[in-house]
C-alpha cells in the first residue's frame, strides 16, 4: 500500500483547510485509514480515523473542528480542517491499517 497525503499549508487562525491521503492497492479500501500529527518537539498523535465502513473516531482537541470521510471508489481519505488554532500546527501523516504510513504535509497555523 503506497500512501500520499496532501493539501498541506499556511493558513490564519480561524481558517480551513483539507487534507487528502490517497492510497493505492486493494488493501487501502477494506483498511482502517487514520490520521496522526507531529508538532517539532513533541510525539506523533493520534488526529482521527475512519474504518471501512465509515465509523469515525477523533481526539478530544479536534471534535466538532474535524470532519474524517472517505471516498472508496478514489481510493482517498479526507480530513476536513476548520477553526484552525496555531497549536494544530504540525506534520500531518494518513496511516492504513497497522503497517502503511504516507509521508507528512506540513500544516501552518500562523496569523
Known amino acids: 500500500v503506497q500512501l500520499q497525503a496532501s493539501g498541506g499549508g499556511l493558513v490564519q487562525p480561524g481558517g480551513s483547510l483539507r487534507l487528502s491521503c490517497a492510497g493505492s492497492?486493494?488493501?487501502?479500501?477494506?483498511?482502517?485509514v487514520g490520521w496522526y500529527r507531529q508538532a517539532p518537539g513533541r510525539q506523533r498523535e493520534f488526529v482521527a480515523a475512519i474504518t471501512a465502513g465509515g465509523n469515525t473516531n477523533y481526539a478530544d482537541s479536534v471534535k466538532g473542528r474535524f470532519t474524517i470521510s472517505r471516498d472508496n471508489a478514489k481510493s482517498t481519505v479526507y480530513l476536513q480542517m476548520s477553526s484552525l488554532k496555531p497549536e494544530d500546527t504540525a506534520v500531518y501523516y494518513c496511516k492504513a491499517g497497522a503497517l502503511y504510513w504516507g509521508k507528512g504535509t506540513q500544516v501552518t497555523v500562523s496569523s
Open positions: 492497492g486493494s488493501i487501502f479500501s477494506s483498511s482502517v
